[in-house]
């Protein structure tokens, strides 16, 4: 079966395994990702070659984009404490309490350190459906999505440093410090001149389609061109993002609003449902190609356990720490324990977990095999897929 007809079949998944869904109660990423394992498994079905170079430049930056389309940054300035809680110091905790892990049971400190970054930013797509349709309070919406947009940002960018030490061999804690720094100035500088250009180009056009185009093709542009200047391509999408989402509407036509909130919805639901569909596709070759040895069934139940029991006991004492903090205030924080347990359930792990470890390149700059890449990819895999919230239904549905 050729590329393009994988292509078609997974699509026709889409097509029929989404609407079975929501009437199977059941979250779509899961039956995606079971469709997607046993079209792998047919004997027509021939290995996926995909090149890891290109996962991230394809996959994050209309994610990304997407996901600015849904908050301001008025909103985000409103509650930026307590959401940078969650997705910077809950993200950067989890990173390090996995690679410890990981290392304890095994795994060299440079392979440990970006499985943790590949697994600890959670995806909030699953958990903010899910508490829409049950009603939830907006705040506990307002700080998934608010988690959800910047967790991920923190986590590539460690992501990244961690990679590039491991591919070139070459670590010291003042140079790793110093590029982690310039990695996150630069990249919100490109992302910010990106928006600038953007907008003076949309105030130059008055046609909806051309600037629903310009808007498709600028989240590629800031994120190549800030990694192209060792900037965080991340970064420069979520603030080139966040820049149009509060002034691109006073450069635009109406229907070319309307239009481009459209495409970027739908987006957002196509790539990520593709991405479960090969997440399972391409399980099914790992377990084909890679037998699960003692070693990775201990590795990817560690990660899973320390995942799972580190979100809880961060979210619970940060949460009442914010609430005591904020007692004379309106807060957006859970405003009890059961919208915390809430919180700390909504752990789920999605694309950008699936995305990078996919990305993790074949060899180190010597020319060697990269260290633990298989058991890397599959412990990732089957956290992003064995997720309590995701995989097996939402405990606020039971």
């Known amino acids: 079966m050729s590329d393009p007809w994988l292509l078609a079949v997974l699509l026709a998944g889409v097509i029929a395994f989404t609407p079975l869904a929501g009437k199977l109660r059941v979250p779509q990423p899961v039956l995606l990702t079971i469709f997607g394992l046993l079209a792998g498994l047919m004997p027509f079905a021939d290995p996926l070659e995909i090149d890891p170079a290109l996962v991230l430049p394809v996959v994050l930056p209309p994610l990304l984009f997407a996901a600015t389309q849904r908050t301001t940054s008025t909103e985000f300035r409103a509650e930026a404490g307590r959401v940078l809680a969650l997705a910077v110091g ?35 797509v699953a958990a903010t459906a899910v508490a829409r349709k049950l009603g939830l309070p907006d705040r506990l919406v307002t700080i998934l999505e608010g988690e959800g947009m910047f967790n991920d940002a923190t986590a590539l960018v460690v992501y990244s440093v961690a990679l590039a030490a491991v591919v070139t061999g070459e670590f010291s804690y003042g140079a790793t410090a110093l590029e982690f720094g310039v990695t996150i100035v630069v990249g919100v500088a490109a992302g910010l001149a990106v928006g600038l250009a953007t907008k003076w180009l949309l105030r130059l056009i008055a046609d909806a389609n051309t600037e629903t185009t310009l808007t498709v093709v600028v989240p590629f542009v800031a994120y190549l061109g800030a990694e192209h200047v060792h900037g965080s391509g991340v ?115 999605g694309v950008v977990t699936v995305a990078t470890a996919v990305a993790i390149p074949l060899t180190t700059d010597d020319g060697a095999s990269f260290p633990d890449r298989q058991l890397l990819v599959v412990s990732a895999r089957w956290r992003a897929c064995w997720s309590p919230s995701s995989c097996r239904g939402s405990p606020w549905a039971r």
């Open 235 to 349: 970064l420069a999408v979520l603030a080139l993002g966040l820049y149009l989402r509060d002034v691109g509407h006073e450069e635009t036509t109406s229907h070319g609003w309307l239009l481009g909130r459209s495409v970027w919805s739908y987006a957002d639901f196509l790539i990520t449902s593709l991405a479960f569909a090969v997440l399972g596709f391409e399980l099914s070759t790992l377990l084909a190609e890679v037998p699960l040895t003692r070693e990775i069934v201990t590795v990817s139940a560690s990660v899973v356990v320390t995942v799972v029991l580190f979100r809880i006991a961060w979210v619970f004492p940060v949460g009442a720490l914010f609430r005591l903090l904020a007692r004379h205030q309106e807060s957006m924080l859970p405003t009890n324990w059961r919208e915390t347990a809430v919180v700390s359930w909504s752990g789920m792990r």
């Open 90 to 124: 809950l993200t950067l905790s989890t990173a390090l309490a996995v690679a410890v892990v990981a290392h304890a049971v095994g795994l060299e400190w440079g392979p440990a350190v970006i499985l943790g970054a590949i697994v600890s930013p959670p995806d909030p």
